[in-house]
Every structure is written in C-alpha cells, then in structure tokens.
C-alpha cells in the first residue's frame, strides 16, 4: 500500500528540482556540529589539537528540539559535519530521528575510520543517511596516514568505501591539497575512478589552526595548486564527468575555469556547538582579506577575498602576475598524459543505465515511476536532470533518442 509518505512525494516530484538547484535557495541546509571529538589528527586541519579533544557537546534534547525546529522553517538538507561526527554515540539517533520527520538529504561528512566496522556502514544507511562524505588525501597509504596522523586509516577508508558500495550508496570524496599530495592527483582520480567513485571536492586548505601551525610542512601557495587542478578538469572534461568542485581559490587565479570554483554558500546556515547560528556567507569576510588587486579585480563583488592567514604566510607576489586565460589553457589542452581506459558513469547515469535493465526503451514517465526503487544518486526527482542525463549518455553512444507518437522514447543501444 502506498504510504502517505509516498502519496506526497509523488506529488511534488513533478515540481521538484535537483539539489544543485535547490541549494541557490535560502534555508536549505544546515549544518549541524554535534561535538568537536576526532579520532585523527589531521596535520592541516582548520581545528586545533586543544579543540579536537574537548569533550563538551549539546544534549539529545537539544539537538532533537533544533533539527525539529529547523524541519518546520523549511530546511531540507541536514549535514552532520566537524570534529568526526561517526564517533558521537548518539549519531545513529539523531540521523534516525531526522530521516523520520522528512529531511530529503542528509548527509554525513566523515574521514571514515569508524566505519572500518562493516556493521556500521549498514547501520548508518538503514538509519537514514543518504550519503557520505568522505575525507581522503591520497591513495597511497604511506602519504594518507601520515597527514591524519594515524596509521592503517587509508585502509581502513578503503575497505569501508567498498562496503557502502555494496549498498550502492552514494559516496563524494573530499580532498585536501597539501605539498604532499598536489603532484598526484591525476593518479589520485584514476584510482577512484576505477573504484567507480565520480564525484568529488578538490579543497584548497584554509591556513587556520594545525594548517596554519604545520603550514611549513603541508602548506601550498595557489600557484603551486592551480596547474594541477586544471590538469584534473581536463580528466574530467575527457571522461564525460561532472567537474569536482574546488574550494578556497580565489576567482582572479582560475580565468576561464572560475566555474568550478565554490562561490557562495547563501544557502547554508551552520549551528555551532554554542548554539549561535551562523551563515557561511555572511561570515566570509571574517577571515579574508582584500588586497589592492581586488578594487580593480571584475570578481570583486562575488569573490569571497584571499585569507587573511594565508596572506601572512606567503608573499602576495602572486597576484601582481596572475595567471592568463592563455596560460592556463595551454596547461588544459597541452596535457594528455593520461589514458582512460574505460568509461566512467556519474551517480546519475548509473541510476538511468539501471532502470534500462528494467525497462528498455524509457519514457521520462517511466523514469519517474521506476526510480524510487533504484536512485543511487538520491537526487533524480527533477525533469530537467533526467533529460540532461539522459542526453549524456546520447552523447556517449549509449542510447538513443527517438520521437515515437509525439513522445520521446530513449533506448538503449
Ligand atoms: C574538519 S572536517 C570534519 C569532518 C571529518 N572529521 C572529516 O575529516 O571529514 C570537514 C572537512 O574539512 C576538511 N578540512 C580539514 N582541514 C581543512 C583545512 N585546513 N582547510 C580546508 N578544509 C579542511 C576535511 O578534510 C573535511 O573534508
Ligand atoms: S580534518 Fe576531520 S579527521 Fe582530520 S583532524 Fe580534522 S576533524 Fe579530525
């Protein structure tokens, strides 16, 4: 029987768009610290030691009452972040009590050792979580256990990414640029890529407490990072993927690529652990810094600015040479030394290449009634996502696209 549940998605599924969209809305996400407790010590990461230890955390009343009340102002996604949430003995209850009141998306951001406990992974997904994010820094255990400081983690990381993908759950990785790991990152993308994982966030680091400390061991300028990063999006570009994201480079040092670049979170509202709610947006500026360059700069009014850390650790010489759209395109069409010896598919494509095996040829109709039993991206109730998927996969030779009757019908080849 169809549950009221069920009845009312379907009625606003026809309305409804993806995340992406969605994420331009105000109240849409929140994010959530539960505690500042960490099972690593991450060289480069934005808390300190002091911080990472301190055992104070919000009651379960309080954070019930919070999610509740963010649930009636319309919030839709909920993301367990900071300090390492899967440690909290708690989180199963909260993840669990969010997915009962109706958050579409909740998401939990973790560095993934706890889930080396296979049970857990299992625990967490029929709990609720829609997917995880999962923090990992290379793909050789010598360089990823030593920046979190905690030997066998990257092992650990692995085997627990295979065990949510036996769920075909949805995993992003992020990825923290650091001196040891900026020169690899083509061998970084082509090791997950062959562990099917296509979506991603390339984080440039803010140089805030243990960065700013060990800047001298893991620090990088945005000269050393750029170059890399555009070598990455041509990856991606020739792959057919959706591009990572790339966080914390300032507008000005990406011309032409600046779209990948994360530039406003106006969506995003964060409740810290002393109850004082903040947005992303409206505290940009407490840490970054303008400098003369910016006043003339075309993205002065969007750019989030240069961190003011950073700026203290590195001469600024770099923005007195920025790079050109010429440079960075000559980087982006000079590099080819790669191969991808088969095809990747993003979350999207593979839900779309699943219902096929249900149902060949597809109607977006058909698509709309089938896809509540598959959804690994957990975000296709959009129309116009459906139909710009689909025509990827037209694009890759995958399907065709015919017009039968006055409707579309696709099939696969
Ligand atoms: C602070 S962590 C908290 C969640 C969890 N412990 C983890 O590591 O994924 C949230 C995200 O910020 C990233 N991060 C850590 N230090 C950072 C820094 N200095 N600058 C930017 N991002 C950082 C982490 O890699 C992770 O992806
Ligand atoms: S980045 Fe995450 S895992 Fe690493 S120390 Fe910070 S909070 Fe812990």
């Excluded at 849409?28 to 960490?38: A, D, G, N, Q, V």
């Excluded at 075309?298 to 850390?309: H, M, P, Q, S």
């Excluded at 191969?339 to 597809?362: G, W, Y």
Aim: aromatic fraction near 16%; hydrophobic fraction near 40%; glycine fraction near 2%.
């Amino acid at each position: 029987m169809t549950t009221f549940k069920e009845k009312f998605k379907k009625k606003i599924e026809l309305l409804s768009w993806t995340s992406d969209e969605k994420q331009q809305n105000a109240n849409s996400c929140y994010e959530i610290m539960i505690h500042k407790l960490c099972n690593e010590k991450c060289l480069f990461c934005s808390q300190d030691h002091e911080r990472r230890s301190s055992a104070i955390r919000p009651s379960d009343a309080d954070i019930f009452h919070r999610i509740l009340l963010w649930k009636k102002q319309w919030y839709w996604m909920l993301w367990f972040t900071w300090g390492e949430p899967l440690i909290h003995p708690n989180i199963l209850k909260y993840v669990k009590f969010a997915s009962k009141i109706w958050f579409n998306l909740i998401r939990v951001q973790t560095n993934g050792v706890m889930l080396w406990y296979p049970w857990f992974a299992k625990k967490c997904i029929d709990a609720g979580v829609t997917y995880f994010k999962i923090s990992v820094h290379h793909y050789k255990s010598e360089i990823h256990d030593y920046l979190v400081w905690l030997p066998w983690a990257l092992n650990n990381v692995l085997k627990w990414i295979e065990e949510i993908q036996k769920y075909w759950w949805r995993i992003w990785i992020n990825i923290v640029l650091t001196k040891q790991n900026y020169k690899d990152l083509v061998d970084f993308f082509n090791f997950f890529f062959n562990k099917w994982i296509t979506d991603y966030v390339m984080i440039f680091p803010l140089y805030e407490w243990s960065m700013y400390e060990q800047a001298d061991i893991v620090g990088l300028k945005y000269s050393d990072a750029i170059p890399e990063i555009i070598k990455v999006l041509k990856i991606f570009d020739k792959a057919w993927l959706k591009r990572p994201l790339v966080l914390n480079i300032p507008l000005c040092m990406m011309p032409w690529y600046e779209t990948a670049i994360i530039q406003t979170f106006n969506w995003t509202a964060v409740l810290n652990l002393d109850w004082t709610k903040s947005n992303i947006d409206e505290n940009k500026d407490v840490w970054k810094k303008r400098i003369k360059h910016c006043s003339t700069c075309k993205y002065n009014k969007i750019c989030f600015g240069i961190d003011k850390t950073y700026c203290k650790l590195f001469w600024l010489d770099e923005f007195e040479c920025l790079p050109t759209q010429t440079e960075l395109n000559y980087i982006y069409n000079k590099f080819n030394d790669f191969t991808l010896k088969k095809s990747f598919f993003t979350e999207d494509e593979k839900c779309i290449l699943e219902l096929f095996k249900k149902k060949n040829p597809l109607t977006v109709n058909d698509i709309i009634t089938l896809k509540d039993d598959i959804q690994i991206c957990k975000d296709c109730d959009s129309l116009n996502k459906i139909i710009s998927t689909m025509e990827i996969l037209v694009k890759k030779w995958l399907v065709n696209k015919q017009l039968v009757n006055w409707k579309i019908i696709f099939i696969k080849n």
